[in-house]
């Protein structure tokens, strides 16, 4: 990641910039002028461009107009004269009003242009500026200056009463300083807005608020709220895309912000000196400036600030991000956006401890948060500090090193991620209604069986170790440490969870029979699978069912199917080809070699495996667990009828043969 060199003396100079006259300034493109981006440079010193008439000094353009350099009076108001020596006076430079002591400022109607850099910044005394109304290119309202068009607010004196303003609809951008150290608490933007220059708010001691949400700025410009010292609620706009250079430097009640979802770019020191203590950071963000996040004025980290963030966007990168030429190594605490919304969730439910547990009252009965015993066998209690135990939070057990773990019957909901890898038995109440969660027991690595008690009206059921929905339709999850080899499921199963079989080394043959349905990577990992036998009403196979079963060769699918998922059936993760890119980034799965699929041709899965290179043999019927070629079986069958006629044939002629004996 690139970064702007450190340097305080960079920093230094930004802040003041505001106070030290421009020995040159940066024209911006104005539609009622002719100043396209020019940079007009001009030497102060050079006595036959600059010349001093009355109260001002001015130069003379190529057009034989006069440009005001500075005015020299000591009066609190003055007017810019229309003529100066007898020259029209059409443009008004950067360092016009340098002396700042000024409260109003008159400007003519022979002025056309006034400069981009905001001529007025320097007067924090200013109470009005008045522009003459025969002016075509310039306007004030409420002593406030615009271009004519009202589309650009150039400044606002800072020492205007009141302690509000409303930019006017209509106005599209905001000039360079112009609010800079203006009194008032509160500026209320038009949804017109889709500009702000940079300094535009700074050193406005008294701001509190900026809401930017209804404007279209896509860019929040060089130290545009730098020392903002009172600003504590920031809402940026959607469409931003980048907050620039010390943008927030040294707001310092600013304890915490929403960055815009689609930001790409927060540029060197944008929140440096900023009450923050952690920043929640868009994966979107590609680039981090310096000290832009976790730094104090005088370019010191804290210590305990933190990052949130994903590991593959900039947030990582910058929590972590060094240089030794500049002597700089970030170690900021980094957590995941998910860990920290975990987190704030947990918070916002007001944990009690007592004992073993953190609790939280909801409806007047306890779900339990956390446990935190370190028994093997633990056994949760029906109430809990005289609240009935009705719930228990997800996560709850996670820390745990239980091998067993008995829910009371007082318990209704279980929540999703429960349980930690060293579990081996769980018991589930017969009134629990909910276990949250597609793949509630993925983690649990050491599991069993899973007893669900009975007598109760809740929403599951257990045979043999195996979770089961109340009627048994849907097997729910097998134990990944069942060591049965074979498993016929129930008749009255029709449908098969997510990740269901997931990782179970011990199974070597499932029959699925009267399954219709089964669902994305039921069986993966299950490397000792060798056979599969399916239903001939089997309707839908989910995304990477059979992912990563080298010991599954083959399989016989019925043309009853109507959905395949990607990968369903004789793929494997290939390291090789993981972060392989060909124009976008692959799926590291590859083809088992020698997998085979029988299926009958133009059926949908006879299409998967043509699409996926997958031998696809047709014209077969499965016989146990073989598969035989129909021809062959003709063949075989015409012998066999063949044989059964000529016997049948034989036993007629000896029966005849008998019969006609007897009558003899």
Sequence with gaps: ???????????????????VAPMFSYAENEDSTNHDDEIALINLDDENTVKESGDFSYSIDDDGNAHIESCLSDEDEITVPEEID???VTEIESGAFMKGTYKKI???????????ENP?????QLTEIAVDKNNKNYCSVDGVIFTKDMKKLICYPAEKSGTSYTIPDGTEKIGIASFYEANMKEIILPDSLNEISRHAFSYMANLEKIDMSGTSVQVIDTMTFAECVSLNEVIFSESTLEIGLASFYGCKSLTEVTLPSALTTVGQSAFMGTGLTKIRIPDSVASIGYSAFGYDTDEKADPDFVIIGSYSSGAFTYATDS????????????????????????????????GDYEYSI??????ILLCESTDETITVPEEIDGYKVTSIYKYAFIDTTAKNIIFPETVKTIGANMFSEYVESITIPSGCTAIEGDEPFLSCTSLKEIIVTEGGDGEYASLDGILY????????????????????????VTNIAISAFCHNVFLESADLSGVKNIGSCAFEDCVSLKSVTFSDDLNAVGNGVFIDNPSLMSVRLPSSLEIIGEYAFGYYYDASIAYQQTGEEMLPYSVVDGFRIYAEEDSLAWEYAQACGIEVITNTVGIGKKNIDRNFLYVIGGSVSAVILAVAGVSIGKSIKRKKGRKV
């Design 323 to 354: 240089d030794s030429d500049y002597d700089y190594a970030n170690n900021f605490k980094f957590i995941t956006t998910e860990e920290a919304d975990a987190e704030e969730e947990y918070q916002a439910m007001n944990p009690i401890a007592s």
């Design 362 to 367: 909801v409806d007047g009965e306890a779900c």
């Design 86 to 88: 007898g020259i029209k």
């Design 120 to 124: 007025f910044a320097p007067c924090i």
């Design 469 to 492: 929905n109340k009627d048994k339709t849907v097997l729910i999850a097998y134990p990944v440490q069942k060591s049965d080899t074979e498993f016929k499921v129930p008749s009255s």
């Design 1 to 19: 990641m690139n970064y702007h060199k450190k340097t305080v003396a960079f920093i230094t100079s930004l802040l003041m910039c505001m106070s």
């Design 106 to 116: 008159t400007i003519p109607a022979s002025v056309e242009y006034i400069s981009a």
